[in-house]
T-cell receptor, first 114, second 114 residues
Framework: GAGVSQSPRYKVAKRGQDVALRCDPISGHVSLFWYQQALGQGPEFLTY????????KSGLPSDRFFAERPEGSVSTLKIQRTQQEDSAVYLC????????????FGPGTRLLVL | TQLLEQSPQFLSIQEGENLTVYCNSS?????LQWYRQEPGEGPVLLVTVVTGGEVKKLKRLTFQFGDARKDSSLHITAAQPGDTGLYLC??????????????FGKGTHLIIQP
């Protein structure tokens, strides 16, 4: 079966531009997570959805970052007025329930802000 | 402050050698996970350890959870070039039992030279 997919795989943006990153979780997965991975570092948690409800957004670094999952499946992470420090790989993960289940990661979107 | 400290950060060894990487924390965890990440891909779960003192084996990989559930180690026997990758340890951000974002260590970059 299909795993978690993310698009685009690569995105180059000029400083100040808005970007939208898409995540298609595994079909039927209840939980969806976004992480940010800087070069040479481990992923850092950004936000978590259970179905369409955003239950934890404590990791979002600023109010320029916004995530949504309006129908409880596909999710979009939006970054407004991008800055160079936003350059990173953005990973999406999903899990099958609302418990401590295995998280399955997508390949990530590599964002470069010039 | 990094909740999970991994060491070494980089390791390059010859094929056939043994190695151990470590994941340490001052916090107690209900469980701890090990992931492997290859370039351009998301992390893939290798194992979850739950019980203090637990040892799990996955072919040539041996994972151990410390008695106090604050630390873990990954030992690879007779390393092969296919073991090359970034090894990450991770734990749930909270311990409430529901779905959680994960906190990751910075990872160990492992290179096995033929």
């Amino acid at each position: 079966g299909a795993g978690v997919s993310q698009s685009p795989r690569y995105k180059v943006a000029k400083r100040g531009q808005d970007v939208a990153l898409r995540c298609d979780p595994i079909s039927g997965h209840v939980s969806l997570f976004w992480y940010q991975q800087a070069l040479g570092q481990g992923p850092e948690f950004l936000t978590y959805f259970q179905n369409e409800a955003q239950l934890d957004k404590s990791g979002l670094p600023s109010d320029r970052f916004f995530a949504e999952r309006p129908e409880g499946s596909v999710s979009t992470l939006k970054i407004q007025r991008t800055q160079q420090e936003d350059s990173a790989v953005y990973l999406c993960a999903s899990s099958s329930s609302s418990g401590q289940e295995t998280q399955y990661f997508g390949p990530g979107t590599r964002l470069l802000v010039l | 402050t990094q909740l999970l400290e991994q060491s070494p950060q980089f390791l390059s060894i010859q094929e056939g050698e043994n190695l151990t990487v470590y994941c340490n924390s001052s916090s107690v965890f209900s469980s701890l996970q090990w992931y492997r990440q290859e370039p351009g891909e998301g992390p893939v779960l290798l194992v979850t350890v739950v019980t203090g003192g637990e040892v799990k084996k996955l072919k040539r990989l041996t994972f151990q959870f410390g008695d106090a559930r604050k630390d873990s180690s990954l030992h690879i026997t007779a390393a092969q070039p296919g073991d090359t990758g970034l090894y990450l340890c991770a734990a749930a951000l909270y311990s409430g039992g529901g779905a959680d974002g994960l906190t990751f260590g910075k990872g160990t970059h492992l290179i096995i030279q033929p």
